[in-house]
Each structure stands twice: as structure tokens, then as C-alpha cells.
């Protein structure tokens, strides 16, 4: 579904990507995660287009996204901080983008309902608590039905039931057939609803497997432990070389 192609970034003399290649396929949730200045946030605005590498190719349903734009509107975006006008309330806001969003006459106000948004619908932006704030975000990602979702930090600011209602969303989703590309720092939030990692250091891949195999190398059962594990076996044979 997303083809990476030998995707290439750099800003000055940092690299933020080095030569990556990946293929994210239907129906996985895909976890990205790596240390700061991994790599991870670069290789998600290239495929949102926010940032052009000066090598290599992303592709999404055989298309090039430089010259098939019309690629966005499949992807739900939740970012790790959302910024909307302050003075409007999370009604007016949800209304607004309905209104922009011309290619569709249905939505998905699943999550709406289940954090209760209709009884603060009249809130502004302005008073939310960073809390609120993520669950509007999450609603706007999936609202509008896409095929591809990109969810940075999703749980972050989001209190245990909310959390846990997103991650119930994000396993009814990708059993739907729907790609989802997470980021998070929290590993243990990953657990249960992760069914491949992709592991990014110094803008390289070091690896994109499945949990289950992981999970079996390693003999671990918490992604936490399974990173670890294998983060100190590289690091033993890194000393020993």
C-alpha cells in the first residue's frame, strides 16, 4: 500500500534518513520507533508530503505521491500536537473541516460519541485542557473514513479510559483491512494493538519485523522488553567488535 523507496533526508549536515526502503501492507498497525532524532518524524512528513527528500521515491497504491496529490485524502492524521483557532468551539471546528472536505458525505463519529465530545461540543479550543485537545485530534484523524492512518504520540495527554478506548478504535480499524502507522515513546502503549516494528537510529533502518517474531527471538512478551533486548544484544556485539 505505502512503498518506500530509498528515501534520503538531509537538514544541513544531519541525515535525518538514510537511504530507508519499507513496505507497509493492509491491515498491520506498524509502531516506528527509535530514539530522538531517530528519524521517525521525518519519515512521516515525507509521506504526508511535508517534507521532500532530495532522494529516493514514496508511493502509495503504485502512485507517486509527488505527482498524485490527491493521495492525502486517504490519510488520517493525528499529530502529536494539534493546533486549531482558539476561538472556536470543537463543534465549529469538526463543521468546518466537514465543509472543506467535500469528497465525503459520511463519517465515521465513532470516537466523538465515545469520548463524549457532544456534551463540550460548545467548549472553545482556547479552554481545553492538552487532554481534550488529543482526543479532538483523534476524532478528526479517523472522521473522515481513510484507508491510512498516521497517528504520532496518540496516547500522550490522554487519561487511562480514553486511552484505552483509542487503542480499542486503532484494533477494530486495522481488523477493517486499514493501515496505521504509530509513533510513540511509550512503548508499553504499544502492547496489544502493534503487529510490526520498524526501528529507526541515526536515520538508518535497523529493523522491521513482526511482533511475533520478535517476540521470539528475544524471549520476551512486552514490546519495552523486546526493544531492550535487542537494543543491549547490538550494543554487546558493537563492545565486542
Known amino acids: ?25 493492509r491491515g498491520n498497525t506498524i509502531s516506528l520507533v527509535g530514539p530522538n532524532g531517530s528519524g521517525k518524524t521525518t519519515l512521516i512528513k515525507s509521506i504526508l508530503g511535508l517534507v ?8 502509495i497504491n503504485n502512485n507517486e505521491i509527488k505527482t498524485h ?3 492525502r485524502s486517504q490519510i488520517g492524521y493525528m499529530p502529536q500536537i494539534g493546533r486549531y483557532p482558539e476561538n472556536m468551539t470543537i463543534r465549529q471546528v469538526i463543521n468546518m473541516l466537514k465543509e472543506i472536505r467535500t469528497d465525503r458525505n459520511s463519517y465515521d463519529e465513532e470516537l466523538i460519541e465515545s469520548f463524549g465530545l457532544p456534551a463540550i461540543q460548545n467548549k472553545t479550543m482556547r479552554s481545553l485542557s492538552g487532554g481534550t485537545r488529543q482526543k479532538v485530534s483523534a476524532c478528526l484523524a479517523f472522521l473522515f473514513l481513510p484507508d491510512i492512518f498516521i497517528l504520532d504520540e ?16 486503532i484494533i477494530k480499524e486495522r481488523a477493517n483491512g486499514k493501515l496505521i502507522l504509530i509513533t510513540s515513546h511509550v512503548l508499553s502503549d504499544l502492547d ?3 503487529s510490526h516494528v520498524v526501528y529507526l537510529q541515526d536515520g538508518k533502518l535497523m529493523f522491521y519485523k513482526g511482533v511475533d517474531e520478535l517476540k521470539k527471538s528475544t524471549g520476551e512478551e512486552k514490546l519495552n522488553k523486546v526493544i531492550a533486548a535487542i537494543m543491549k544484544k547490538d550494543y554487546l556485539k558493537n563492545q565486542a567488535n
Do not use: H, Q, R
Not at 1 to 25: P, R, Y
Open 69 to 71: 496529490y490527491a493521495y
Open 192 to 194: 496489544d494493538i502493534t
Open 154 to 169: 496518540p496516547t500522550a495527554g490522554l487519561d487511562p479510559v480514553s486511552s484505552e478506548l483509542l487503542k480499542g478504535k
Open 52 to 59: 521532500i527528500p532530495e532522494k529516493g521515491a514514496i508511493k
Open 1 to 25: 500500500m505505502i512503498s518506500v523507496e530509498n528515501l534520503t533526508k538531509s537538514f544541513g549536515k544531519f541525515k535525518a534518513l538514510d537511504n530507508v526502503s519499507l513496505d507497509f501492507e
